[in-house]
């Protein structure tokens, strides 16, 4: 088991599998599908993304450097986060890009009964340490764990 | 963040939940990014990224009715993007149906709430609300709350206006404040660049190609780019403008660039030179070999890799008034060296609701409309965004839409050939 600190952008806590894309997540091209076509499982639409294209992102914690595209990204989020589908935590190696920060944001001040939490600048030790499946554990202050 | 005291009661609460909470989104989404202060919004019109009546997007139309019950009305008119729906584009039965059963079925609702939440006119539907004939043409220097990724880069490189590459929803809170957050792309410091790239092509490079292939590379980085000026004829006028807007575009889509600069073209290098580069920024050289791998490195995700193409989206972002006529002179002048009368592909040209008025007075519109060719107000990436049109084999020029849906990327000349029976 490995630990890792960021900072808290959305506080909560949550465990969950591990789902892990080495470059930016373009969120629309990630969930609209998802979102528009009762996909609960969330299914990666994104064709650029070949770590997560077809794979399922709602309950997962999702370890990412940032988030890329369309600046429906923050909103997309919402709604993702709005329906349930949303992943169960996302977790960023960079400090968090703004629409990304606008989603988490959002969900946290909007919706009542949401709970992602967001933590990011956890460092690229993080993003090359963390792989698909392993036991992600993040704790109210900031804390992530790791474990296979 | 230090807050005025106008600021720190809304805030507080003492204009009412609904607004302290809109105070709430933005000092927190200012603080994550080291924003000192709130700044107000110096332009007239804003531009929100959502335009779209989706189902699925319930939870937005619910925080907009909030807003609206509260009297959080924004205080300046703004454009929105592009409309989802145009009968006059090709759809069969079945997307039809699922267009208007399915897909769409909140857009008059939502319309209406556009309406109320400060809509400038009902033509203001467009991702390039900046032309001329549309009005939303901010000043150099102003502060803006736009989303729409296209309209931002735009903005901030080609018009020298400042404004963050902000979230839909974020937007409209913005101006409903009255502030902005003061941080990223506002700041001197933010539009320093932190990529110097080098064009050392051996002809002037395709607009989409090369920003795709820098927005890859800086994702959301500022870069300065060197060697793109001879090709743009070491000015801004309306065709370098039009380049730069798809360029602009695919850098945004393929990375997140929210502000470029280029030598001797744009305002702030214009102005400011190679001093606008930061220390220690990294180069990226791009000559033919570089775009072909970027162009090579796309997928192609149709089910059959050689389907004849059925349907073609040009103009994604809008198309402006010189770019209509350049593609009405290229596709007539095609069509009679390949010794057709009509277009071998349904090809539809997407153009704002005003510029499309201005240009139906226009000898070249005429040309379009005898050739087969359909002109729309349409946003071609709302039409694609459902899993029927996705099966549809569609070929663009747009790197942006194929970002985002199943259309295949073609350069403008291989595009102009498709649709005018010289190729497959």
Not at chain 2, 400 to 406: A, H
């Amino acid at each position: 088991m490995k630990q890792f600190k960021g900072r808290i952008v959305a506080k909560g806590s949550a465990t969950a599998k591990a789902l892990v894309s080495h470059n930016g997540l373009n969120t629309l091209a990630s969930f609209q599908k998802a979102l528009q076509f009762g996909d609960k499982t969330a299914t990666c639409g994104d064709q650029n993304n070949p770590d997560l294209y077809g794979k399922q992102m709602a309950g997962k914690a999702l370890c990412l450097p940032r988030t890329i595209g369309s600046t429906t990204g923050g909103l997309v989020l919402y709604c993702a986060c709005a329906m349930g589908r949303q992943p169960a935590c996302m977790l960023f190696s960079e400090p968090i890009d703004s629409l990304a920060a606008a989603g988490a944001i959002l969900q946290d001040v909007w919706l009542k009964d949401s709970s992602m939490p967001v933590i990011d600048s956890l460092g690229d030790e993080f993003l090359s340490y963390v792989k698909d499946d392993m036991t992600i554990t993040v704790k109210d202050d900031g804390i992530v764990e790791v474990s296979d | 963040m230090k807050l005025t005291q106008e600021q720190q009661t809304i805030l507080d609460g003492k204009k009412g939940e609904t607004q302290a909470k809109v105070m709430e989104t933005l000092v927190r989404y200012g603080e994550l990014f080291g924003a000192d202060e709130m700044v107000p919004i110096t332009s007239k019109y804003n531009h929100l990224v959502t335009s779209f009546g989706l189902k699925a997007l319930g939870a937005v139309y619910s925080l907009l009715d909030q807003l609206i019950d509260a009297g959080a009305v924004s205080k300046q008119e703004f454009s929105a993007d592009p409309r989802p729906l145009d009968k006059n584009v090709p759809a069969n039965l079945l997307e039809k149906f699922v267009f208007n059963n399915f897909m769409y079925t909140k857009q008059e609702e939502y319309e209406k709430q556009l309406e109320k939440l400060g809509l400038m006119n009902k033509n203001a539907f467009t991702c390039t609300a900046y032309m001329p004939e549309v009005g939303n043409v901010p000043n150099k220097g102003d502060i803006l709350s736009w989303s729409e990724s296209s309209a931002v880069v735009y903005a901030n490189s080609v018009l020298g206006a400042r404004c963050n590459r902000n979230s839909g929803i974020i937007d409209i809170m913005g101006s409903i404040a009255g502030f902005v957050p003061s941080f990223g792309l506002l700041k001197d410091e933010g539009r320093k660049a932190t990529w110097v790239v080098r064009i050392e092509t051996s002809k002037k490079p395709e607009a989409q190609l090369l920003g795709s292939a820098i927005g890859m590379k800086v994702v959301e980085d500022v870069p300065y780019i060197i060697g793109l000026d001879k090709y743009l004829d070491g000015k801004l006028d309306d065709d370098a403008k039009a380049y730069l807007k798809d360029f602009g575009a695919a850098t945004a889509s393929n990375g997140a660039v929210g502000l470029y600069h280029v030598e001797n073209i744009t305002p702030e290098a214009v102005e400011q030179g190679r001093s606008l580069i930061a220390e220690g920024a990294r180069e990226y050289v791009i000559d033919d070999a570089e775009l072909k791998r970027v162009y090579d490195s796309y997928p192609i995700i149709w089910k059959n890799k050689d389907a004849k193409p059925k349907l073609c989206f040009i103009g994604c972002p809008h198309l402006s008034m010189a770019q209509l006529k350049g593609w009405s002179r290229d596709i007539k002048k095609a069509l009679e060296a390949n010794g057709r009368r009509k277009v071998a592909v349904p090809t539809v040209l997407t153009t704002a609701p005003d510029v499309l008025e201005a240009f139906r007075k226009e000898k070249e519109y005429q040309d379009l409309v005898n050739v087969g060719v359909i002109l729309s107000y349409i946003c071609p990436l709302m039409y694609m965004n459902n899993p029927i049109c996705q099966k549809v084999p569609t070929i663009t020029s747009s790197n942006k839409l194929r970002t985002y849906t199943s259309a295949r990327y073609y350069r403008d000349a291989d595009l102009l050939e498709i649709i005018t029976g010289g190729r497959n």
